[in-house]
């Protein structure tokens, strides 16, 4: 039999809600397929800061080494800056356990209604691969000077390396999956130094794919693009602030951020990767009950299929499906139901169970 030891950290809000959620179908699903799975919780949060000074304690990273993977809810509560939060808790994870790659399927899922009119399930279907440790997001800059003198310097910083693996493996990824076409969203138009260079690699790493076409697309027209013909694409590859704001509008045209799940990866393997939601902590709704797990429970689907159960991913991702489609099923509030997490999740559960 199969082991995997996860660490659970429910972080905020509506984390510690569908976290739970997560765990019972990703449980279900292992005893169904015969492999184990140990969870460990660590509740690290916005209130161990408020508590201790620290998002996590000193050793943190050193215990989450030695699991499989990790199992996220959600960073980030009023009270607490945004940058504190995430500084603190994800992007040390993400950087120090080398988890250069964000990927995040764009999916339109049964049963639910894309803000694009005439789009219906298979109309949307793509990746976004985002560079996920260098780029705009970096600590390199400062502030200077006061009053109308103030200067603030932010430097993006891109390495040979760290471009070419995020692009290799998009289209490794792409090849993987017989995707036909990646697409790389740029701005060499605007930003001098580093998009010209990204376009440089893009085109470079491109050649070695010859089975597979390659477009690119400024990120202004890009994001149109994603509105107005979202079918023209399969895989998109982006720098870490491109890519994050695409991840988003991808889910976005599909109707709702709430169902949508990620990745973050070490392909690797040296470390374990992170697995969580789009949404955040969603503290406007934290409390009552009605937060959506989908996006919890697909992420478990993406932690499975990393860890190599494929078939159990498969089934957990279907069974969602089964739920959505069903027009007896009762939704939560996003969606356009009154059910609740508890009530969404026992029907994942039940159709998992084939019930």
């Given at each position: 039999?199969n082991?995997?030891t996860?660490?659970?950290?429910?972080?905020?809000?509506?984390?510690r809600?569908?976290?739970?959620?997560?765990?019972q179908?990703l449980?279900a699903?292992?005893?169904?397929?015969g492999?184990?799975?140990?969870?460990?919780?660590?509740?690290?949060?916005?209130e161990t800061?408020l508590?201790?000074g620290?998002m996590?304690p000193?050793?943190?990273l050193?215990?989450?080494a030695d699991?499989?993977a990790i199992?996220?809810g959600?960073?980030?509560?009023?009270?607490?800056?945004?940058?504190?939060?995430l500084?603190?808790?994800?992007l040390?994870?993400?950087?120090?356990f080398?988890?250069y790659v964000?990927?995040r399927?764009?999916?339109?899922l049964?049963?639910?209604r894309?803000?694009?009119r005439?789009?219906?399930t298979?109309?949307?279907?793509?990746?976004?691969v985002?560079?996920?440790s260098?780029?705009e997001?970096s600590?390199?800059?400062?502030?200077?000077?006061t009053?109308e003198?103030?200067?603030?310097?932010?430097?993006?910083v891109?390495?040979?390396?760290?471009?070419?693996?995020?692009?290799r493996y998009?289209?490794?990824?792409?090849?993987k999956?017989?995707l036909?076409?990646?697409t790389?969203?740029?701005?060499s138009?605007?930003?001098y130094?580093?998009?010209p260079f990204?376009?440089?690699?893009f085109a470079?790493?491109?050649?070695e794919?010859?089975?597979i076409?390659?477009?690119?697309?400024?990120i202004?027209?890009l994001?149109?693009?994603?509105?107005?013909?979202?079918?023209?694409?399969?895989?998109?590859?982006?720098?870490?602030?491109f890519?994050?704001?695409?991840?988003?509008?991808?889910?976005?045209?599909?109707?709702?951020?709430?169902v949508?799940?990620?990745?973050?990866?070490?392909?690797?393997?040296?470390y374990?990767?992170?697995?969580?939601?789009?949404?955040?902590?969603?503290p406007?709704?934290?409390?009552q009950?009605?937060?959506?797990?989908?996006g919890?429970?697909?992420?478990?689907?993406?932690?499975?299929?990393h860890?190599?159960?494929a078939e159990?991913?498969a089934?957990?991702?279907?069974?969602i499906?089964a739920v959505?489609?069903?027009?007896?099923?009762?939704l939560?509030p996003?969606l356009?139901?009154?059910?609740?997490?508890?009530?969404l999740?026992?029907?994942?559960?039940?159709?998992?169970?084939?019930r």
């Amino acid at each position: 039999m199969n082991r995997y030891t996860i660490a659970n950290i429910p972080g905020d809000g509506t984390g510690r809600e569908v976290l739970p959620a997560g765990v019972q179908v990703l449980s279900a699903v292992a005893q169904r397929c015969g492999f184990a799975l140990e969870f460990r919780d660590f509740d690290w949060s916005c209130e161990t800061y408020l508590a201790t000074g620290k998002m996590m304690p000193d050793d943190g990273l050193t215990r989450l080494a030695d699991h499989d993977a990790i199992f996220l809810g959600a960073v980030g509560y009023p009270g607490v800056p945004d940058h504190v939060s995430l500084w603190g808790l994800l992007l040390p994870i993400r950087r120090e356990f080398d988890q250069y790659v964000n990927l995040r399927p764009v999916r339109l899922l049964p049963g639910i209604r894309s803000p694009l009119r005439e789009k219906s399930t298979g109309d949307i279907d793509f990746w976004v691969v985002r560079e996920n440790s260098e780029g705009e997001y970096s600590q390199i800059g400062g502030r200077t000077g006061t009053g109308e003198d103030e200067i603030v310097i932010q430097q993006a910083v891109f390495t040979r390396r760290g471009t070419d693996r995020i692009l290799r493996y998009a289209f490794d990824f792409a090849r993987k999956l017989g995707l036909p076409h990646v697409t790389s969203a740029t701005k060499s138009n605007g930003l001098y130094h580093s998009m010209p260079f990204w376009d440089e690699r893009f085109a470079a790493i491109g050649a070695e794919y010859p089975g597979i076409a390659t477009d690119q697309y400024h990120i202004d027209i890009l994001a149109a693009r994603f509105v107005m013909s979202p079918e023209r694409f399969d895989v998109v590859v982006g720098s870490n602030l491109f890519g994050d704001i695409l991840s988003d509008l991808g889910p976005g045209v599909t109707g709702t951020i709430a169902v949508a799940p990620s990745a973050n990866l070490n392909p690797s393997r040296r470390y374990p990767s992170m697995f969580e939601p789009v949404h955040g902590s969603a503290p406007d709704i934290a409390g009552q009950g009605i937060a959506n797990p989908i996006g919890q429970i697909w992420s478990g689907a993406m932690m499975l299929d990393h860890l190599g159960e494929a078939e159990a991913a498969a089934m957990v991702l279907a069974a969602i499906e089964a739920v959505l489609r069903d027009p007896q099923a009762v939704l939560t509030p996003d969606l356009g139901g009154n059910g609740s997490t508890a009530v969404l999740t026992r029907q994942i559960l039940e159709k998992l169970q084939g019930r």
